[in-house]
């Protein structure tokens, strides 16, 4: 599942401006919903809150003036939404919509880059790997490789299910392997909530995992005090997964995925291989224009705990790209690879 954005995503924000926002209860009575008044209501919005300008090179004053010339009283409501997903998609940003009653803005060029360099191929999996007789508990598909000697999860979405009851009873189910693969490629997000159950199932001391910051001032570089956070504290219920992790990410890997994988790197117990992620750090916040249309823009930033921002995405400890050849023959060198890596440490 694509989360840039996910349906249910795109249906929060609308249920939030529509109950919650008080951006609409103080607009000004008399503004008009002219297509010019909406472009420069929409334009300031993201001037003033917009997280990213600096990672994303955007000259977000040029931006305006090469769009403001498009833009007349007279247009319809369909070239006006054209207009305005166009001027939103130069941010380059999956948590960047625009959305009415009629149609919701994405940015193309997030989708092209989620399928580049494909990392994952769906069939290879099915028939060589989970086979057509896996297990699936909540949002977790899964099997035994090499014998049960290797455990392989699949999480195709952060928005499956993946409580720590279910991802205990995973891991006891096989208890005999040397470590897990969890693969998160091609995962476009979901909820933030089943990042901390992974967490909370995995050794922590409370490491710090990053710090995070909200746009708080006009100015492009005006940015909260960062606030750190750290690793949970292990379940109480059942011990964490203490043999090796290997996690498996892509282009496609996106937005909590992203979290997740940003986390795991302060994290002894677990491996990231594959290729970087999409990236999508910030969280989206969002609101009415005077026609009312809502948008939604990401209004905060994630920093590593080095000061690394990695919006645009988070890199593997090791690259290893997808061969065609041996995935001709029936072999992900990617999975075979992260087995390698949970033998050497489990022989430690």
Known sequence: MRHCPTLSSILLVVLTACTCSCEHLLMEDDMEATPRTTFEYLWKKVDEQYAFFDV??????????????????????????A???????????????LISSFDVSHCPSIYQRMQEGHNYNSDLITEHYLGYDYHTTGGLRYTGLHHDSILYVRYSSFSGSA?????????????????????????????VQNVWNWLTMLPTHGELLYTTQIKRGRDHDDFSTPQAVHAPPNNTTYKPYAKPVVVLIDRGSFSATSFFALSLRSLSSAVLIGDTTAGGLGLPNGGQLPNGWYYRFSITRTLSPEGENFENGVPPDEVVHLDATQ???????????????????ASL
Request: glycine residues 8%; contains cysteine; hydrophobic residues 40%.
């Open 163 to 191: 409580s720590v009851s279910q991802i205990a009873y995973v891991t006891q189910r096989y208890a005999r392997a040397q470590g897990m693969i969890v693969d998160v490629r091609q995962n476009g997000g979901g909820e």
């Open 83 to 97: 207009r305005l997903s166009t001027m939103l998609n130069t941010l380059d940003d999956g948590h960047v919509n």
């Open 56 to 81: 994303k090179q955007v000259d977000w004053k040029a931006v305006h003036d090469s769009t403001a010339p498009h833009i007349n009283d007279k247009m319809g409501k369909e070239a006006l939404f």
């Open 327 to 345: 995935a001709a023959l029936g072999i992900d060198n990617i999975i075979e690879r992260a087995c390698s890596i949970i033998y050497n440490k």
